[in-house]
Structure formats: C-alpha cells, structure tokens
C-alpha cells in the first residue's frame, strides 16, 4: 500500500489550498463523519451518494496526535483506531448504515486522550472487489482538531501504510459467494479508555 491511504491522495490528490481552519472540539464529544460520492453531490440528485449502494463494508475512525493539526506532512504518525463498525447479527454493513443516514457516521472521542492537536482518519472500505487483492477500495480523509478535556491516555498505535496488509481477512475478502456471515475489521482494536 502506498502512503495515499494514510489521508487520500494519489488519484485524488488533496485541493490546494490546504484547509486552513482545525475544529476545536471536547473529549467524550459526539462527531459526525460525513462522505460523499464527489465533493458537490448530494443523495437528491445522484443515486450514488453518498457511495453506491453496492460498495459494502466497514468503516473506521483513526486519530493521531500532532503537534500542528495543519502539518503538511502526514507521513510517519502513529494511529489509534477509536471507533468501527463491520457487518452486524442481521449481515448488515456499516455502509447501508451510512448510506441510509445520508452519509453520516457518529462517534464519540474517548474521554481519556490527552488534549492537543490531532489529525482524524475516517474510512471507508469498500469489498465488492476484494475477493482478490489488490481489490478492496479504501475511502478514507483526513480533518484537523483540537481535542481540550481528557485525560493522559497513551494509546497503542499503528502506522499507515503497514496497519493492513493485503492478506487480512478484512482486506481479502469474499462479499459474494458464498454469502458471509462474519466479517473481521481491519487494522488495531478499537482503543478504550
């Protein structure tokens, strides 16, 4: 994998000027991560949108503390995985999830991260062409925050690239046939305080 999947790049490389403003937000807040099918659709006008209905899988929220939430340079940070959510008991996916709420996704800050700067990964996979790899499509963007609050939790962390690899059963996998009825999310365990 190459460094494109730690905050999008490559064939969607980022808009330049780079986002000037970094949210303040507190500990144990309730965030929405928002997706959609371009950067101006909208689900009244596109039956894509927010992702085709047919682009299921998992979806994972990252952070990774920063001393300057508008560093350029994303490179060699170190990740915790603080929110996912897979396929559930009735073999739903976290993307008809996203997909029926209009391309929101809710997750709450741990409590107990220290406060600072960080960068914020959601991301989306999407498995229908992952049977063989390199086929699962990885959705993911980066947002600047201030977290105030918290606590001193120092939670173990991944890189990107390297928290995947390209035979996890998360990234490899069968969507189709036969028909799934467990699905394992990639990368670290979500961190707990």
């Known amino acids: 994998m190459s460094n494109d999947v730690i905050c999008n790049g490559g064939p969607n490389p980022l808009r330049k000027p780079l986002p000037t403003d970094i949210i ?16 101006d659709s909208k689900p009244e006008t596109d039956s894509s949108d927010p992702i085709d209905k047919g682009h299921l899988g998992p979806i994972m929220v990252y952070l990774a503390k920063v001393d ?32 029926n709420n209009k391309g929101k996704v809710d997750f709450t800050l741990p409590s107990c991260i220290q406060p600072g700067q960080y960068l914020l990964r959601a991301e989306l996979i999407a498995l229908h062409g992952a049977a063989n790899y390199p086929g699962a499509q990885l959705y993911m963007e980066c947002a600047q ?49």
Not at 70 to 99: C, H, P
Not at 177 to 182: D, E, G, K, L
């Open 68 to 99: 300057d939430a508008l560093t350029t340079t994303v490179t060699g940070l170190k990740w915790f995985k603080i929110y996912e959510d897979g396929m559930d008991s009735n073999r739903q996916w976290a993307v008809t999830r996203l997909y």
């Open 145 to 193: 925050i201030k977290v105030s609050g918290g606590g001193n939790a120092n939670p173990p962390t991944v890189n990107f690239p390297g928290a995947y690899k390209g035979s996890d059963p998360g990234i490899k996998f069968q969507l189709y046939y036969p028909t799934p009825t467990t699905y394992t999310i990639p990368g670290p365990t979500v961190f707990k305080c």
């Open 24 to 39: 303040n937000v507190k500990a144990s807040d309730k965030l929405t991560a928002e997706w959609h099918h371009t950067l």
